[in-house]
C-alpha cells in the first residue's frame, strides 16, 4: 500500500517505534491507507497461532464494516473463539490440509541446500514422519 500511495510513508514511519501498535493505531492506518484504493484484501494466516484471536477478529470485523471497500481472508486451523453475521467460514477437509502440508514439505527437501544433501531414502522418511502426523493441522 505504502508504495501505491507515498503520502502513507510518513504516517507508518511516524508509527514505526520499539513495541507495537495499539489496535487503535493499526486500525486507523488500515482505514487512511484503504481509501487510496478502490478493493483491499487483507490476509492474516494462521490465526490459531495467536492467543489474540478474538482480539484480532473483533478489530477485523470492526474494519470490514467501518471500511466497506476492506475483504478479510483468515486461516486457521480452529474455529473463531468469537461469533459474528460477519465471518463467513469454509472448512478446509483434512485431507485437503494434509496434501497442502506434504507439497509444503516436499518443495523444501527439493529447493533447500541442507535437505537436498540428505540422502532419497532420508528426505521420503522426513516427509513422510511430518504428513502422517499432520492430521488436518
Do not use: W
Amino acid at each position: 500500500m505504502v508504495r501505491a500511495h507515498p503520502p502513507l510513508a510518513d504516517r507508518v514511519r511516524k508509527l514505526q517505534r520499539p513495541g507495537t501498535l495499539a489496535i487503535s493505531e493499526l486500525e486507523a492506518l488500515l482505514a487512511s491507507a484503504s481509501e487510496a484504493f478502490e478493493q483491499v484484501y487483507l490476509f492474516v494466516d494462521a490465526l490459531n497461532e495467536t492467543t489474540d484471536q478474538s482480539d484480532i477478529i473483533s478489530t477485523l470485523v470492526d474494519v470490514c464494516y467501518s471500511c466497506r471497500h476492506v475483504r478479510v481472508l483468515v486461516t486457521c486451523t480452529t474455529d473463531p473463539s468469537e461469533k459474528s453475521s460477519a465471518v463467513r467460514q469454509r472448512r478446509m477437509g483434512t485431507d485437503a490440509v494434509d496434501r497442502d502440508i506434504e507439497r509444503y514439505v516436499d518443495h523444501r527437501l527439493a529447493t533447500e541446500k541442507s535437505f537436498r544433501l540428505l540422502s532419497p531414502a532420508m528426505q521420503i522418511e522426513i516427509l513422510t514422519a511430518v504428513t502422517a502426523g499432520a492430521n488436518g493441522t
